[in-house]
Nanobody, 126 residues
């Protein structure tokens, strides 16, 4: 099993930055892909980034490519999502999720993510 806890959300002005954290607790040492998703009010959940321990591959959604960077700190069992140049449209609840299957390639967000955090709210507003 995998337990996930997000943190780092909050209120930020347009053009500002946030660094989200996903603390990962695993019951085993199985390889895991960690995905970041977001859900804006009135919109469907969107996969925005992924990092996999299978092959260290990463993926970024076109909607945020160039403005975000995903990384992992194995010593701290934490996955980070650095977000820059934030826009009001980036407002939403950001979730991290884990799957024991799949690589971070095109279509990764269709993998069976069985483990989810409760989310952290990001509000981009002046």
């Amino acid at each position: 099993e995998v337990q996930l806890v997000e943190s780092g959300g909050g209120l930020v002005q347009p053009g500002g930055s946030l660094r989200l954290s996903c603390a990962v607790s695993r019951s085993t040492s199985d390889d895991t892909a960690i995905g970041w998703f977001r859900q804006a009010p009135g919109k469907e959940r969107e996969g925005i980034s992924c990092i996999s321990s299978f092959d260290d591959s990463t993926y970024y959604a076109d909607s945020m490519k160039g403005r975000i960077a995903i990384s992992s700190d194995n010593a701290r069992n934490t996955v980070y999502l650095q977000m820059n140049s934030l826009k009001p449209d980036d407002t939403g609840v950001y979730f991290c999720a884990a799957t024991l299957l799949g690589l971070c390639t095109t279509g990764w967000d269709g993998a069976p993510f069985a483990f989810w955090g409760k989310g952290t709210l990001v509000t981009v507003s002046s």
